[in-house]
């Protein structure tokens, strides 16, 4: 005697060896003996032999029709044996034969749209209803498979499916892993042994290398595209006195969002006034309205070489600017000084309008204000040039500032690489097309205008830090316990000491049209402003408020990818001044691992004989081939520049821990998985 039964979702015949009520020992036809219950055994018959019934029953069962099937069944739960009863035997009153008794069995089993399974070798057929929706999403499932098909073919001999084209950045970093375009890719990739980059590159799904770039940041930043919603900016209500100074910026000729300006009065009279002065959009845009939303959802400007994308609206930003020839709304800090020592004695904070004389430009104006300029205005003030006396001054002072921070730093800010510079040949100012012709050029770190400016603004940073703490109106800071390797800068709600900048605390209050921490906590500084000690009730926003913590929270994570974006495109455009410029040479600087840093561009890469030069070493590099989707390129060492006998300066290479920030490019990291079940496998249970 044999048996059918179902062991773990496959189906088995063998010969009975032995038989209790609860269990039979069966012996396989590969002579395995295995204990089956009763309840599993399905079918009992003594022909033909078990591995002919389960060919024969594999054979029929291709045979039946599904649709007969369901129309022969009755409504009532039943057997496969009744199936096959009605199904195949002429006689009904006959049973159907064992090989017809074990199609019917697997012809069920294997359709459960038609019929669903009501216990061991038992059925009941579907409602009509719910077979036809059954029937309509398996010809679904059958049209997307061949879709698929169809798509995965297009893309293997180098051609693009619109769709998959228009989804291209979703299959690539957020993926729906169920969609058919995502499946063509996985199975043309496999298909042709290609990386799904490679194989959509060559299918000519990417435009263009800068295209992919920047179509890849706004997928992940901005998916709902980056225009503004119509906006008015409100204006400010408060009656304002207008302030008698004579204020003027510093800036690049590019910036439009001008967020701070300075005066100086009581030069020569022994005691100097120097007001700080910040655009105050802080006076009209109030927490919740429309224009906050906006700017907290961006958080921050995003720069780039010839393009940026603003906080704010442009309309909102003319209203708050501190443009040239107005009297302007701002929050100003006024700090009094001893003229000769420098040293500062009061300091107040006022809201007021303030005339904003000029808006000085550094790039046209660093070759004038240069250390030359200040070395001779030492011995003989230079009345001659506008803004001569007062610049003069703020030079002595930031020199003075910054040579205080290092003393609590322990040690000397190093400014031993320059600043870069990108201009690109773009007259209309929209979007980059990544062909632009394109300029690098270098300013040293320190600049003069540039060291009047920075230290000026962490002077007030700080000191509103500090006077917001004074009064327990909390505020976003950052902060850093010490200079040590690995302590990084953190942002929080407590005025902390930062290292970095050796000062008692630093927040971040100067740049409230392009930063929205800023704007946050101009808000806070104009209550301390009003309401004085009672500020902390009035403020917007109150110790351990929740609110302040997620402002941080997504500050931090959006800042660091525009960061990123910046870098990165910074890095295609420098590569796209070699191609431009035909440079296959350059020289460079060792300075980590196998690492060099171009000297005279804004450029790391791997270079082949770097390993295990020292630090600092100064060397020539061939340049390899250069790939501008990945933004990678190497190089190989041809010559050793310096003095080997003579110890490489590892100083020169220092920069305050920021060795890490532009390291070389590496392979983009995305999401299609080619270990994905393939499009056309089914979980169905198998006869065996």
């Known amino acids: 005697m044999f048996v059918l039964f179902e062991d773990a979702g496959k189906f088995l015949a ?17 002579g395995k003996r295995v204990k089956v219950k009763a309840a599993h055994a399905l079918l009992k018959f003594e022909k033909p032999a078990p591995a002919e019934l389960m060919a024969a029953g594999q054979q029929l069962s291709a045979d039946i029709d599904l649709d007969l099937a369901w129309e022969f069944a009755s409504d009532e739960e039943f057997g496969f044996a009744e199936l096959a009863r009605e199904y195949f035997s002429a006689d009904a009153s006959k049973p159907a034969s064992p090989q017809e008794q074990a199609a019917a069995l697997f012809r069920l089993y294997d359709a459960p749209h038609y019929f669903r399974r009501a216990g061991k070798g038992r059925f009941k057929k579907a409602p009509p209803e719910i077979l036809q929706q ?11 498979t061949a879709q698929i098909a169809a798509w995965a ?112 009065q009581g030069l020569g009279s022994g005691t100097i006034t ?3 002065h910040i655009a105050a959009p802080g006076l009209a845009v109030l927490p919740g309205s429309p224009i906050d939303a906006v700017g907290r959802a961006r958080m921050s400007t995003v720069y780039m070489p010839g393009y940026k994308l603003t906080m704010l609206p442009d309309e909102v930003v003319q209203a708050y600017t501190l443009q040239e020839g107005r009297n302007c709304p701002a929050l100003s800090l006024y700090l009094t000084l001893d003229e000769a020592t420098l040293e500062i004695t009061a300091s107040s904070t006022r809201l007021e309008q303030v005339p904003i004389v000029s808006n000085l430009r550094h790039d046209a104006l660093d070759n004038v204000f240069n250390e030359a300029f200040f070395d001779a ?49 773009n007259p209309s100012g929209q979007e980059p097309q990544g062909d632009e012709i394109v300029r690098i050029s270098t300013r040293q770190r320190g600049a003069p205008l540039d060291l009047i400016v920075a230290e000026v603004m962490i002077l007030t940073n700080s000191t509103w830090g500090q006077w917001l703490a004074e009064h327990g109106v909390p505020g ?33 209050a100067t740049s409230p049209l392009r930063r929205y921490t800023d704007l946050v906590n101009q808000w806070q500084i104009i209550a301390v402003t009003r309401h004085g000690r009672s500020a902390a009730l009035a403020a917007p926003f109150k110790p351990k408020d929740a609110d302040l913590f997620s402002v941080i929270s997504c500050f931090d994570g959006l800042y660091s990818a525009y960061n ?104 983009i990291s995305i999401a299609v998985d080619l270990s994905e079940p393939e499009a056309e496998q089914a979980a169905t249970p198998a006869a065996g």
């Not at 059954?134 to 997307?144: F, G, N, P, S, T």
């Not at 003069?392 to 510079?421: C, M, W």
């Open 377 to 425: 205005a030492q011995a003989s003030a230079p009345a001659d040039v506008q803004w001569g006396v007062e610049l003069t001054f703020l030079h002595r002072l930031a020199k003075h500032l910054k040579a205080q921070r290092e003393i609590v730093r322990g040690k000397p800010e190093n400014f031993n690489r320059p600043d870069y510079s990108f201009k690109l040949d």
């Open 153 to 264: 073919d297009e893309l293997g001999r180098g051609q693009c499916p619109a769709p998959i084209r228009e989804q291209l950045y979703k299959i690539l970093f957020k993926p729906d892993k169920n969609s058919a375009e995502y499946k063509a890719v996985v199975d043309a990739s496999r298909a042709t042994h290609t990386a799904p980059l490679d194989l959509l590159q060559k299918a000519g799904a990417i435009a263009s290398p800068y295209q992919f770039h920047w179509k890849r940041f706004l997928f992940e930043n901005f998916p709902k595209g980056t225009r503004f919603p119509e906006l008015q900016a409100p204006p400010v209500k408060d009656e304002l006195p207008l302030a008698e100074v004579q204020a003027f910026s510093i800036d690049d000729s590019s910036t439009t969002e001008i967020d701070d300006a300075m005066s100086v």
């Open 564 to 667: 990123g974006f910046q870098s990165s495109i910074e890095r295609y455009w420098t590569l796209k001044y070699l191609q431009q410029n035909g440079i296959t040479e350059l020289t460079a600087t060792s300075f980590k691992d196998n690492l060099v840093r171009a000297d005279e561009l804004p450029l790391v890469l791997p270079a082949l004989g770097a390993q295990g030069l020292p630090r600092g070493a100064r060397v020539r590099v061939k340049l390899g081939a250069i790939d501008e989707i990945t933004l990678d390129i190497s190089g190989a060492v041809i010559e050793r520049l310096d003095d080997t006998a003579t110890p490489a300066d590892a100083d020169a290479t220092e920069e305050n821990g920021e060795d890490d920030e532009d390291l070389a490019a590496g392979p």
């Open 476 to 508: 976003i800071y950052r902060s850093q316990a010490s200079l040590a390797p690995g302590v990084k800068v953190r942002m929080g709600t407590k005025a902390l000491p930062h290292a970095g900048m050796g000062v008692k605390s630093y927040t971040w």
């Open 14 to 30: 063998g010969r009975i060896l032995s038989e209790t009520d609860a269990s039979l020992q069966v012996e396989l036809d590969s």
């Open 134 to 144: 059954a029937l309509a999403a398996i010809e679904k499932k059958k049209q997307i």
């Open 274 to 276: 120097l007001g700080v």
